[in-house]
């Protein structure tokens, strides 16, 4: 039996329907001004309590919290292989769901000793980080190397001691970590090793609270004047 146009449109639309990923629902997170977009409620109690978590470190080290409504959505996929993405000036987050995110972690990794639920944690709030600091001074074109610095700053804050411990066992925290060393080639290159650095860094400040507050103020300007990577 010969189909129709309008038939053969319908059976297409059917089959899309079939193969596509169930509807995403929302919630707002309790007591925060942060919807998160979700397909399982594991998703959404991990970015609540990550969200939670994020405000408290804020708080105790004197940073600032988000001050506009949020939105965070979990997906399956991100452009590049990134692991999460806040939208500059979007008030929009987007972090892959933690199986996927466990899969895509090198095994050696400097985050390799975290279950899923806690990789997926600490990343959102290095996104976190990025989106309660979002225009943070820079008298260059770009500057990279200050944002990251707080937002894996705050990540690796994000952890219990015992973890710290253990990722602090990839790096030697007395050798004295300089900006130098904190170049956004080191950045781009090998993010591991510039989170190391980075928290080493940070650990050898009198007052580490202080430093990030300054970093964030304009006070202190670790970024160099560097071309833009196309």
Same mark, same amino acid.
């Given at each position: ?31 925060? $001004? &942060? ?114 610095? &707080? ?27 300089? &900006? ?36 964030? $103020? ?8 560097? &071309?833009?990577?196309?």
């Amino acid at each position: 039996m010969a189909l129709h146009g309008k038939e053969i449109a319908i059976m297409i639309t059917g089959l899309a329907l079939l193969s596509s990923p169930a509807s995403s629902k929302t919630r707002l997170c309790e007591s925060e $001004n &942060v919807t998160v977009s979700f397909q399982l409620e594991e998703h959404a109690e991990l970015v609540c309590k990550g969200v939670r978590k994020a405000k408290v470190l804020s708080e105790n080290c004197g940073m600032p919290s988000l001050s506009t409504p949020l939105r965070i959505d979990v997906v399956e996929d991100l452009i590049g292989d990134c692991l999460g993405q806040y939208h500059c000036g979007g008030n929009l987050i987007e972090i892959i769901s933690p199986a996927v995110m466990q899969g895509r972690g090198e095994p050696d990794g400097v985050f390799a000793h975290l279950s899923s639920g806690k990789y997926f944690q600490s990343v959102l709030i290095h996104e976190l980080a990025h989106a309660a600091t979002d225009g943070m001074p820079c008298p260059f074109d770009f500057c990279h190397v200050g944002p990251e610095y &707080v937002a894996y700053s705050m990540q690796v804050m994000s952890l219990s001691r015992e973890e710290q411990m253990l990722f602090e066992q990839s790096i030697d925290m007395d050798h004295l970590i300089s &900006v130098e060393h904190l170049h956004p080639l080191v950045l781009f290159m090998a993010p591991d090793v510039f989170t190391q650095r980075v928290w080493a860094h940070l650990k050898q400040r009198e007052a580490p609270c202080e430093f990030l507050g300054q970093l964030i $103020n304009g006070e202190v300007i670790i970024d160099f004047e560097t &071309v833009e990577p196309e």
